[in-house]
DNA sequence: TAAGCTCGTCACGGAAGTGTCACACAAATT
DNA sequence: AATTTGTGTGACACTTCCGTGACGAGCTTA
């Protein structure tokens, strides 16, 4: 399925300090990633897609709350959990950085263990079975947990990628996204195929959900696709 | 709302290479600049100012990864998106690539639809779209993030064109618009299509927001068009 | 190895959207 | 009132975009 242990993204511009936390993270079972400044975070996130942000409040360049804020905005990474480091206990700072969408915050010097404990507190909180949930609307139901389609009670049968897609759609309701969006999302950002595939997918999917639901999944001309149960 | 095409500056010392990156990504619709070396690279940036950087590891004087991180440094191009070029899939090259602001990494050789489609990716990804929010003008309302228009929550179906000009109106309200000024902000600067097309697509758009809406859109005699809530 | 699935790509045809024109109509100018 | 100028409107050819069936490659299962 996925990896065992879960990874950490720890942000922090001093080398010292990032590598001290890792060997805390790593003696606790967490893989652990580094980067020294919100660039070399972005890239990792695309790049390794870590659980969790370690992020300080103090960086080179974007600052840490401002990182974190952009990271929310964006729409592929607004479900990252991020715990903000500190180094003065200053309650400005951890308004500000909750305000900017941090799960937690941890003011530096911490022990090991508290830091191990907040982290499997958020990382408990936010991964849970949030997707596990069956989905449900007019009649589809989408469940993850027995990975099953039906469409008023009578089964689907669609593929892995046409499942994907739906889970994705059902997820992201009422939203039109065009056919990059969907190979990023559903896809995975760094495969290519043709946008035009996706076009084939759509049409597999509407074939497979059937007359009474096909319409749920709506051309937007010039766009792409959208999830919505309103007409149009 | 901006220029069509993107700008590309690709950054190898090996001029048949350059031109056949070149050639691929303007059959993309990009445009392309090209520098042999880390000076050359850099006064195009300055003066040209790229969308985004083919970088390739290996350079004569300052190599690409030193390059990289330089930019990264000056604070006026640290924006500048980056995507690495390097010769052998050195799992080494892409940590010290990532490191040193890479967004991505691409080894060679590579088809021209990887590098069109990572591309793609990263621009997509390093341009933001600004905080879209839906616009609601007395009971009409445009959904960016949906791609939507209600009048009175009851859906407007319309094309592309009257979608955009109709975005441009509601963002750029009260204020009268010439034909040409609209031809330029919603058709795109460089395209040549008769000044009158702009009457066809308002009167296609009042037809579409109906009786209840139409007449936001109002005309200026002698000028031009104007989008706004109070009467004339 | 063959059979069965899924996936990505392509090519074709149809549908929707676009730009231009001609003419009708309205407003300003004489 | 007649003329000139500017805008509304319907129709048409053309282009772009999307739906769709078919096909071969890769992978899994038997």
């Known amino acids: 399925m996925t990896k065992a242990g879960k990874s950490v993204l720890i942000v922090d511009d001093e080398a010292p300090i990032r590598e001290m936390i890792a060997v805390a993270l790593e ?3 967490y893989e652990c990633l580094e980067a020294a400044n919100a660039q070399e975070a972005h890239a ?3 790049d390794r897609k870590p659980d969790l942000i370690l992020l300080d409040w ?3 360049g974007t600052s840490g709350v401002e990182f974190a804020r952009r990271l929310k905005r964006e729409d592929r990474t607004a479900e990252l959990p991020i715990i903000m480091l500190t180094a003065k206990g200053e309650e400005d700072n951890k308004v500000q950085g909750l305000e900017a969408g941090a799960d937690d915050y941890i003011t530096k010097p911490f022990s090991p263990r508290e830091l191990v404990a907040r982290l499997k507190a958020v990382l408990r909180r936010s991964t849970p079975q949030g997707i ?3 989905i449900e609307v007019s ?3 989408l469940d993850p947990v027995c990975h099953r389609v039906t469409s008023n009670d009578k089964p689907i049968d669609i593929g892995p990628t046409e ?5 994705f759609f059902m997820t992201h309701q009422e939203r039109a996204y065009s056919r990059a969006q969907l190979l990023d999302q559903v896809w995975g950002g760094n495969v290519y195929v043709e946008e035009r595939t996706v076009d084939v997918h759509i049409r597999r999917l509407r074939k497979a959900l059937g007359e009474s639901h096909e319409h749920l999944i709506q ?3 010039g ?6 149960t309103k007409v149009s």
């Open 27 to 29: 003696m606790a079972g």
């Open 44 to 46: 990792q996130i695309i």
């Open 58 to 60: 103090m960086l080179p």
């Open 132 to 134: 596990e949930e069956p």
């Open 139 to 141: 009649g589809l139901l």
């Open 163 to 167: 499942y994907r897609l739906l889970q």
């Open 219 to 221: 051309t937007v001309r």
């Open 223 to 228: 766009t792409g696709y959208r999830f919505s």
